[in-house]
Each structure stands twice: as C-alpha cells, then as structure tokens.
Nanobody, 116 residues
Framework: QVQLVESGGGLVRPGGSLRLSCPAS????????MGWYRQAPKKQRVLVAT???????KYADSVKGRFTISRDNAKNTVYLQMNTLKPEDTAVYYC??????????WGQGTQVTVSS
C-alpha cells in the first residue's frame, strides 16, 4: 500500500510563500509522475503542477511563474514551492502519484489559506 502525506500548508499573507512536501512510502515499483492538485470550496479538484520521473513539468496557467514543482527521486518526495501567493490560491492541496501501470494514489490534503 502506498501512502502520501502532505505537509507545509498554513496561513500566509498575500505575496508570501509556502513550500509543500509530500513523501511517498510503501511498496512502489515504478513511478510515472507525481504532482499537486487543489480544491477550493465548492469547486472541483484541479491540476496545479506535475513532474515526471524524467523531470518533465506541467503547470496550470494560473500558477506559471509563481509555483515550482520539484522531485527527489531517491526519496520518492515531491515538493511545491509557492511564491507570490494570492487569495485565489486558497484551497486544499493534494499530492498525487501515478505508477507506470496507471494506478493513482492521493494524499489526505493540506490546507493553504492566503489572507490578510
């Protein structure tokens, strides 16, 4: 069983920064990609950023230039550096892992609140 545990969320003022972390544990044979999604109140969960095992990245247009996803393959950990945060970034952020066989795992989520 694979477990993902997000950390690093919290309350921050507009313009501030946060860094999310998500280590994966358990029996993992092959990871295709890891990523971050977010879900604001009364809205659907949407992609924020993903990174493949080869280092290829993809970002939502709303976070390009402000957020950076990175990955430590040796530790099976994915990070999300979030800079210049805006109130509209407020959401629960979920970590995601997809194996090479197409199995998808989710973390329990971490709350990010951007407010003055």
């Amino acid at each position: 069983q694979v477990q993902l545990v997000e950390s690093g969320g919290g309350l921050v003022r507009p313009g501030g920064s946060l860094r999310l972390s998500c280590p994966a544990s358990g029996i993992i044979f092959s990871i295709n990609s890891m990523g971050w999604y977010r879900q604001a109140p009364k809205k659907q969960r949407v992609l924020v950023a993903t990174i493949t095992s080869g280092g290829g990245t993809k970002y939502a247009d709303s976070v390009k230039g402000r957020f950076t996803i990175s990955r430590d393959n040796a530790k099976n950990t994915v990070y999300l550096q979030m800079n210049t945060l805006k109130p509209e970034d407020t959401a629960v952020y979920y970590c995601n892992l997809e194996t090479s066989t197409g199995v998808v795992y989710w973390g329990q989520g971490t709350q990010v609140t951007v407010s003055s």
